[in-house]
């Protein structure tokens, strides 16, 4: 079905007058009578009554003019759609993220992408940087918030923000009346550390700095997430460390100190397969390092 010759009928059925549907629909009168004649002849159906003074639709051309209306209205939605869905301003992204990167980040990067693409669904899961990886070879997540640096070189990623660690502990710690402290006065501290598997490389990298430091923990008590780490500390367990301002939940008998000189971080990136098509992606993207360039600035 033709939408200019729709439009045209729907016109003069408006109207009711050849030379002000033809003006409306930008042709000639001769045009709009031939759209007409065409449209007629498609149906087998006489849809108006035309004299050379007077022009009404026949009771078939009102009973279609209604169909007509809800033809034009549902292409006109298709062609919108099909146009936003190209643009990226429709449709379905997939996201995965590690737990501190879904509480650090997460929320302020989807707050501003629904504001620019509110049509488009994201979903979120949960995920280690390991688990993302597998996930995006597999095609199964579209981006990932991840820790770097990756297994796979085959994947890209941008990196937004390290974000460095403060230490929990108990007030009950002698270590707790300082205002600051250094990794190596936690020489002889009980580490409560996240589990390897979630991370190995920046686990790895805080024993690596601990060793820089003169030391290597002793004793390490495994517990995720933050606030277990967190509550571990109250019960004078051992120290942790919690990164970001935002992961430091405020609990009764748990402290919080800055580290100074040589000190873990958390680095935060944004991982893909390189394939940066979907306009949806490219603009998650860049808000994600818009975002994690205002978190940098609060750390």
């Given at each position: 079905m033709?939408?200019?010759?729709l ?7 408006e ?9 409306r629909?930008?042709i ?15 149906l087998?159906v ?15 051309g009102e ?6 209306r ?7 939605d298709?062609?919108?759609l ?18 501190p990167?879904?509480f650090v980040?997460?929320?302020?990067v ?11 669904d994201?979903?979120v899961h949960?995920?280690?940087?390991a ?5 995006l070879?597999?095609g199964?997540?579209h981006?990932?918030?991840v820790?770097p ?15 460095p ?7 009950r710690n ?6 600051t ?11 409560v550390?996240f ?5 190995p ?18 004793t ?13 500390a109250?019960?004078?367990?051992g120290v ?11 609990r009764?008998?748990a402290?919080?100190?800055?580290l ?23 603009h998650?993207?860049d808000?994600?390092?818009?975002v ?8």
């Amino acid at each position: 079905m033709d939408r200019r010759r729709l439009g045209c009928f729907i016109a003069l059925a408006e109207e009711l007058h050849f030379q002000r549907a033809a003006q409306r629909c930008h042709i000639s009168q001769p045009g709009l009578s031939q759209q007409l004649f065409k449209l007629e002849k498609y149906l087998q159906v006489q849809l108006v009554y035309r004299t050379k003074r007077h022009v009404a639709l026949t009771s078939a051309g009102e009973v279609f003019l209604t169909e007509a209306r809800k033809i034009v209205r549902s292409m006109d939605d298709a062609l919108e759609l099909a146009r936003h869905t190209e643009s990226g301003r429709i449709g379905r992204l997939t996201i995965g993220a590690t737990a501190p990167a879904l509480f650090v980040l997460l929320p302020e990067v989807l707050q501003r992408f629904a504001a620019a693409l509110p049509d488009v669904d994201v979903v979120v899961h949960e995920m280690t940087t390991a688990a993302q990886e597998e996930a995006l070879r597999r095609g199964d997540i579209h981006a990932g918030l991840v820790h770097p640096p990756l297994d796979d070189e085959s994947l890209s990623y941008v990196e937004v923000v390290r974000i460095p660690f403060d230490v929990v502990l108990s007030e009950r710690n002698p270590l707790s009346e300082r205002e600051t402290l250094r990794l190596a006065d936690l020489a002889h501290e009980t580490f409560v550390l996240f589990p390897r598997r979630i991370g190995p490389k920046l686990y790895d990298r805080v024993f690596a700095l601990c060793q820089e430091a003169g030391f290597s923990p002793a004793t390490v008590v495994e517990a995720s997430p933050a606030q277990s780490i967190i509550a571990m500390a109250a019960c004078n367990i051992g120290v942790g460390f919690i990164a970001s301002h935002l992961q430091q939940f405020e609990r009764p008998l748990a402290v919080y100190r800055k580290l100074t000189g040589l000190a873990p971080d958390l680095p935060l990136a944004v991982a893909h397969t390189g394939d940066l098509e979907s306009p949806a992606l490219r603009h998650f993207l860049d808000v994600t390092v818009a975002v994690g360039q205002e978190v940098h600035t609060l750390t």
